[in-house]
């Protein structure tokens, strides 16, 4: 069982990262399954808007919802995230290796990608998944020290999940 985390400082840092890895993954063949995030900035906006590519080839969903430059708190939009995860479990039989984005508030309550990163680790499929500094406790609460950090180092983290992918093709 094999679970490896990044988090980059920097808004948006582990997004960029992970988007990184998983388009080199996939030019090498890796079967993914998950998200990867982009965030868009927007010229009347403090706050970008945020969407997820469902992997291996979409769809693009808005997983932020616009209520304002002037509002607070979380701008996740749970509902869209759900439509993500039906999705992600549809491709998780086929994967060989799962991208989640973010553990983020909704996995640190047992919601959102929590369930389908129990079960690819269940199946034996290696999960990737970007963690900030503030879930950080709680995904190491829901990990119970089987994580992996891994370095900020997109060719160390490639090496490790064709490493992890490989042998699952053996």
């Given at each position: 069982?094999?679970?490896?985390?990044?988090?980059?400082p920097g808004r948006g840092a582990n997004?960029?990262?992970?988007?990184?890895v998983a388009t080199q993954l996939q030019r090498r063949g890796v079967r993914l399954a998950g998200t990867v995030q982009s965030n868009v900035e927007r010229p009347d906006r403090k706050k970008c808007d945020m969407d997820i590519v469902v992997l291996?080839?979409?769809p693009v969903l808005r997983i932020s919802?616009?209520?304002g430059d002037l509002a607070r708190g979380c701008r996740l939009d749970a509902g869209v995230l759900e439509q993500a995860v039906v999705e992600v479990a549809q491709a998780l039989p086929r994967a060989e290796l799962l991208i989640v984005n973010?553990?983020?508030k909704q996995e640190a309550e047992g919601r959102g990608m929590a369930p389908l990163i129990a079960d690819a680790l269940d199946q034996g499929i290696p999960?990737?998944?970007?963690?900030n500094g503030l879930n950080l406790p709680a995904f190491q609460d829901f990990a119970a020290g089987l994580e992996i950090a891994l370095p900020a180092e997109p060719a160390r983290v490639l090496e490790w999940c064709l490493e992890l992918t490989r042998h699952l093709a053996a």
């Open positions: 069982m094999q679970l490896g985390y990044v988090s980059l997004d960029e990262f992970l988007a990184q291996p080839h979409g919802e616009d209520r973010k553990f983020g999960v990737l998944l970007g963690v």
